[in-house]
């Protein structure tokens, strides 16, 4: 037996959550058995936990997008009893057990080892969040974006991708300006390497399909109205990558920026990402991600209290990133 976080639909269509013990033969399959060290809360997680959103495809489900741990049983050569290893997405937490309990089986071609230079509990304080905000920072390099092209916008900036954008792009010496609600946490944002706060109420609400020319590019994980200002505000030849819908799954844009400026939208996905495309990503952030602000932007805490935080993140009242110790 093991402890885990486990989802079931009520009679009533609800979804339940409960701390329980769970019978080791009742994991998936798959080739590879993880002792969790650490899981997180990503946005998604929270969506699954409340029932807020259809993200648990099949009931009973153990929910967690993510983890990192210590392999444990392979039948695949690429791993050995005691490899450190970590894994994002592939519906993990959606359609397959995830990764908020002491065990997971899972395919080994989900996996990635962890980065030597990083421990499973920062390779979680990245997390999904914060190894799609790397993503999001190599979509923007693809298309040129270099420091001397002009200030970057973040927006979401004290959510989980956010707040790791802003640390990502600002050490790669990008001017960072930050989106925000919560313009309290502004010392937050300047410490992570925000060099401008933006009050998030000015892009929230509906505007002019063109607006001054601002930023050279963004990284947005908020969509509905403040993406298409987003768009419309970009300079010539901008680019915004798109990974997230905090504020709404809808797009109300006009074409205007992409016809007229040669804007370009560029939309990531971190659940289906390509393995070589992953590995890059998270070598880099083992690389450049300053482990001091990793730390001061994270918090940590028990399996136990995972339930009762996944409300309060969708409210957007947590700040950052949220490690369950699930060990
Ligand atoms: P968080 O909840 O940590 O952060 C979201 C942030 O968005 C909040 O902290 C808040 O920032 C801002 N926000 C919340 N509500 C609103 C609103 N109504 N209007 C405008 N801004 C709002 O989530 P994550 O950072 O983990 O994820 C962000 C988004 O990215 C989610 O939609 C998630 O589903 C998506 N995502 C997508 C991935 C992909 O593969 N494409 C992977 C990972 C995440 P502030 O208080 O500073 O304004």
């Known amino acids: 037996m093991f402890k885990g976080l486990l989802l079931d639909k009520a009679d009533d269509g609800a979804t339940k959550a409960a701390v329980t013990d769970i019978d080791e033969a009742r994991l998936p399959e798959g080739e ?9 809360v990503n946005y998604k997680d929270a969506l699954a936990i409340t029932g807020k959103s259809p993200v648990v495809r099949k009931f009973p489900m153990v929910p967690g997008i993510d983890f990192a741990g210590t ?26 057990w995830g990764g908020l309990a002491h065990k997971a089986r899972v395919k080994a071609d989900w996996l990635v080892p962890i980065p030597s230079d990083l421990d499973a509990r920062q390779a979680m304080a990245i997390g999904t969040a914060g190894y799609t905000a790397m993503l999001c920072v190599m979509a923007l390099q693809d298309r040129g974006l270099v420091p001397t092209s002009g200030p970057v916008l973040v927006t979401g900036a004290n959510g989980g991708v956010g707040s790791i954008a802003i640390a990502l792009l600002a050490k790669l010496g990008f001017e960072v300006h930050a989106s925000t609600g919560r313009l309290a946490e502004a010392e937050h944002l300047r410490r992570l390497g925000a060099r401008e706060i933006v009050d998030r ?13 601002r930023w050279a590019g963004a990284v947005d994980s908020v969509g509905s109205h ?7 505000s970009l300079r010539y030849g901008g680019t915004v990558a798109a990974c997230g819908l905090a504020q709404g799954l809808d ?23 390509p393995q070589a495309r992953r590995l890059v990503a998270w070598q880099r952030l ?3 991600l300053p482990k001091d602000l990793l730390e001061a932007n994270t918090e940590t805490i028990g399996l136990d209290a995972v339930i009762a935080l996944a409300p309060r993140l969708l409210a957007g009242q947590v700040r950052g990133r949220v490690v369950v110790d699930v060990g």
């Open 71 to 96: 392999v444990a049983e392979s039948t695949d050569a690429r791993y050995q009893p005691g490899d450190a290893v970590l894994l994002n997405g592939w519906g993990v937490g959606e359609t397959h």
């Open 226 to 232: 403040t993406l298409a200002n987003v768009c419309a």
């Open 251 to 273: 797009l109300p844009a006009s074409v205007a920026p992409f016809i007229l400026r040669g804007v370009t939208l560029a939309g990531v996905d971190s659940v289906y990402a």
């Open 201 to 213: 109420s000015t892009l929230s609400e509906p505007g002019k399909p063109l607006q001054k020319e």
């Open 286 to 288: 083992a690389n450049e």
């Open 32 to 40: 590879v058995l993880v002792d969790v060290a650490c899981s997180t």
